[in-house]
């Protein structure tokens, strides 16, 4: 299997039904003060914020083992570390006045935290942070990852997350984490194919100024296996792409339904400019072609639902979303998960949300989560490159959730494969596409 479970506050609450509660606290809380002492072993003294649920009673539970362990382990501030015990897993809304100003004393009492479960203040069902939350440095959660330590903003507060079993049985979940399984499902070439029925990848886009976006998605298809890749652009880019691209076919813009001919899937919109009928000829492609398609940069500009059944991505960032579904930018990085929902049963197409999480949504099924994509990625031109693998494992067949998934998947690899944490850049991502998918 390809995905890892993520569980919701409800998903974990049925999880647990039936089980011996003290029993599971005993287990939880041994487990936080095993990973503190293994975390901070010249920690002298462990201070404990703990509420008056079950979620506190793990944290006192540390705490007494910590004790046992012969360190100093009391509730308050007071600590070399602190254990964030306050809030758990059934959060949900802003934390009161007196919870909030507590959990602005944790994050500015400079010592590391330690969450339980969850950082307080952040919604385990969708990563939202409201108000106040703990910013931790790591995270110890119990039988299953939860879907805020994965999701923004909840993420970025979770610091490492710890897996500790509890002894509960798995359970099956709305959402999932995408794991590096899936680059497995993508189809290599056969000894009997030709360039033609290995991928034929029609990027459309290009325009003067842009062919770089261009040039990086056609080669990027290439390196993610396709056989034959054409480029359809304006005719006064063409001799800037004629020289940049020695391998794809260049085809002017008007000829872009003739190429598609030959096409087994198409890339609409790197570098493609919002001008000279632009979007016209986007929708015209996706209403009047039965192609496989992945749409992304200036094919998104003005995007309206569509009419098609063929396997359909679009791939916006958070800017690029809110315009889909009359939302700002902020609006979308405060509620991803719901925006990328609801984007996908407006267009009633797979959407892939880009970012450090980035999310696969599909109408009527639950959201797919890739959480591994180094820092690194966030250069100009990479999503181009994404655009352009995506739209490579589209023309080898894969329907649009899974194309999305691996495409994903093979791109995060591959930046970790460059060995740059620093100074990369998009064709380097593109020229370790093949060792990703080697690999």
């Given at each position: 299997m390809w995905t890892e479970a993520l569980y919701t506050a409800e998903e974990m609450k049925h999880a647990e039904a039936g089980h011996d509660v003290p029993t599971l606290m005993q287990r939880a809380g041994q487990a936080v003060a095993e990973e503190a002492l293994a975390r901070f072993p010249d920690a002298a003294s462990f201070g404990g914020v703990c509420g008056k649920g079950a979620n506190g009673g793990d944290g006192r539970i540390a705490l007494e083992v910590l004790r046992s362990?012969?360190?100093?382990a009391d509730e308050g501030l007071e600590g070399d570390v602190l254990i964030d015990a306050l809030f758990g897993t059934g959060f949900s809304g802003e934390p009161r006045p007196e919870a909030a100003g507590l959990i602005e004393r944790m994050n500015g009492a400079g010592v590391p935290?330690?969450?339980v479960d969850i950082p307080s203040g952040v919604d385990a069902s969708t990563g939202e942070v409201p108000a106040a939350a703990v910013r931790a440095a790591a995270t110890v959660?119990?039988?299953g990852r939860k879907v805020g330590l994965e999701v923004a903003p909840g993420r970025f507060l979770a610091g490492e997350v710890v897996l500790a079993d509890i002894g509960l049985e798995a359970q099956e979940t709305a959402h999932a984490l995408i794991t590096d399984e899936v680059i497995r499902l993508v189809p290599a070439k056969r000894d009997e194919d030709t360039k033609y029925t290995s991928g034929s990848v029609l990027?459309?886009?290009?325009?003067?100024g842009l062919t770089g976006a261009a040039c990086l998605a056609a080669t990027a298809a290439f390196r993610a296996d396709a056989g034959y890749v054409a480029v359809a652009a304006p005719r006064e880019a063409l001799p800037v792409l004629e020289t940049r691209l020695l391998e794809a076919v260049k085809r002017p813009l008007e000829d872009a339904f003739e190429a598609a001919e030959r096409a087994s899937a198409l890339a609409l919109g790197p570098g493609l400019g919002r001008e000279g009928g632009a979007q016209e000829l986007v929708r015209r492609l996706l209403e009047e072609t039965a192609l496989p398609a992945v749409v992304d940069a200036d094919g998104l500009f003005g995007l309206e639902p569509f009419d098609r059944t063929a396997p359909t991505v679009l791939t916006p960032h958070s800017g690029e979303l809110g315009r889909l579904i009359d939302r700002d930018s902020g609006w979308v990085d405060a509620h991803r998960l719901e925006a990328v929902r609801s984007a996908a049963e407006r267009f009633r197409c797979v959407v892939l949300l880009k970012g450090a999480d980035t999310l696969v949504a599909e109408p009527g099924a639950g959201v797919l989560v890739h959480g591994g994509s180094p820092a690194a990625l966030a250069t100009?031109?990479?999503?181009?490159?994404?655009?352009g693998v995506i739209a490579a494992f589209l023309a080898k067949g894969l329907d649009a959730r899974t194309a999305a998934a691996a495409g994903v998947a093979a791109h995060s690899r591959a930046a970790v494969l460059t060995g740059r944490s620093r100074g990369m850049v998009a064709g380097d991502v593109v020229e370790a596409l093949p060792a990703a998918l080697a690999a």
């Amino acid at each position: 299997m390809w995905t890892e479970a993520l569980y919701t506050a409800e998903e974990m609450k049925h999880a647990e039904a039936g089980h011996d509660v003290p029993t599971l606290m005993q287990r939880a809380g041994q487990a936080v003060a095993e990973e503190a002492l293994a975390r901070f072993p010249d920690a002298a003294s462990f201070g404990g914020v703990c509420g008056k649920g079950a979620n506190g009673g793990d944290g006192r539970i540390a705490l007494e083992v910590l004790r046992s362990a012969g360190r100093r382990a009391d509730e308050g501030l007071e600590g070399d570390v602190l254990i964030d015990a306050l809030f758990g897993t059934g959060f949900s809304g802003e934390p009161r006045p007196e919870a909030a100003g507590l959990i602005e004393r944790m994050n500015g009492a400079g010592v590391p935290i330690l969450a339980v479960d969850i950082p307080s203040g952040v919604d385990a069902s969708t990563g939202e942070v409201p108000a106040a939350a703990v910013r931790a440095a790591a995270t110890v959660t119990f039988h299953g990852r939860k879907v805020g330590l994965e999701v923004a903003p909840g993420r970025f507060l979770a610091g490492e997350v710890v897996l500790a079993d509890i002894g509960l049985e798995a359970q099956e979940t709305a959402h999932a984490l995408i794991t590096d399984e899936v680059i497995r499902l993508v189809p290599a070439k056969r000894d009997e194919d030709t360039k033609y029925t290995s991928g034929s990848v029609l990027v459309v886009g290009g325009s003067p100024g842009l062919t770089g976006a261009a040039c990086l998605a056609a080669t990027a298809a290439f390196r993610a296996d396709a056989g034959y890749v054409a480029v359809a652009a304006p005719r006064e880019a063409l001799p800037v792409l004629e020289t940049r691209l020695l391998e794809a076919v260049k085809r002017p813009l008007e000829d872009a339904f003739e190429a598609a001919e030959r096409a087994s899937a198409l890339a609409l919109g790197p570098g493609l400019g919002r001008e000279g009928g632009a979007q016209e000829l986007v929708r015209r492609l996706l209403e009047e072609t039965a192609l496989p398609a992945v749409v992304d940069a200036d094919g998104l500009f003005g995007l309206e639902p569509f009419d098609r059944t063929a396997p359909t991505v679009l791939t916006p960032h958070s800017g690029e979303l809110g315009r889909l579904i009359d939302r700002d930018s902020g609006w979308v990085d405060a509620h991803r998960l719901e925006a990328v929902r609801s984007a996908a049963e407006r267009f009633r197409c797979v959407v892939l949300l880009k970012g450090a999480d980035t999310l696969v949504a599909e109408p009527g099924a639950g959201v797919l989560v890739h959480g591994g994509s180094p820092a690194a990625l966030a250069t100009a031109g990479t999503g181009d490159v994404l655009t352009g693998v995506i739209a490579a494992f589209l023309a080898k067949g894969l329907d649009a959730r899974t194309a999305a998934a691996a495409g994903v998947a093979a791109h995060s690899r591959a930046a970790v494969l460059t060995g740059r944490s620093r100074g990369m850049v998009a064709g380097d991502v593109v020229e370790a596409l093949p060792a990703a998918l080697a690999a």
